[in-house]
């Protein structure tokens, strides 16, 4: 599995505003958005492309074009539908399906309550995109979905992790095609799975149900 921690000041710059617990809903989405965009730039460094001809207004010359099959982008609701905007701004061409999962707070395991993506998966690139890695449990889930499907590749984006998850996620995916694009590594999980320093539940955040 490969895993890229982002390394730039503008990213950090726009995470440490995100994780101030004074930052109100609409700006903790709108820079949501702008990370997911910033992010999904390293991700799609291999999305796939073929050689088309193109006229310039000088010269016949060739260019790339998205492959076929198109990409498929699954964020995983709730929180990752806050990422989607921001990740089909860059990819406008990019086929869309949906994983509903909610973390039992409890057992802190992944319970899948809603899913809509094709039925066949062969050969495509998949771009998975929630906000939290924690335990790693929603995202191995997610992945495994998917690679039960057929797919060929998975691409993670999420905003934070933690070292516990990025370590679960990777033993469960074994030698498959997976990579994880975070946003900041951070320190560790607290005894309520919750990312430290983290920034809460990004759910409630985004969503505005926080205090
Ligand atoms: O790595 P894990 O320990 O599995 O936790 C991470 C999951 O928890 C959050 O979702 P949550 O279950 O709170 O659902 P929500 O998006 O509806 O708030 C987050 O968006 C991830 O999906
Ligand atoms: O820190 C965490 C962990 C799981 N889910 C969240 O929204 N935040
Ligand atoms: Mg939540």
Known sequence: M???????????????????????????????????????YEATRNVRVTATPIDTPVAHTMGVAIAKPRPLVVPILRAGLGMLEGMVKLVPTAEVGFLGMARNEETLEPQTYAERLPDDLSGRQCFV???????????????????????????????????????????????????????????????????????????????????
């Open 2 to 40: 490969r895993v890229h921690v982002a390394d730039h000041p503008l990213i950090t710059h726009k995470l440490s505003v995100l994780r101030d617990r004074t930052t109100p809903s609409p700006t903790f989405r709108a820079l949501t958005e702008e990370l997911v965009t910033l992010l999904a």
């Open 129 to 211: 995109l929630d906000p939290m890695l924690a335990t790693g449990g929603t995202l191995a889930a997610a992945i495994e979905f998917l690679f039960d499907r057929g797919a060929e590749e998975v691409t993670c984006v999420c905003i934070l992790g933690a070292p516990e998850g990025l370590a679960a996620v990777e033993e469960s995916v074994g030698d498959r095609n997976v990579s994880i694009v975070l946003g900041a590594l951070d320190e560790k999980l607290d005894e309520n799975g919750y990312i430290v320093p983290g920034l809460g539940d990004a759910g409630d955040r985004l969503y505005g149900l926080a205090e």
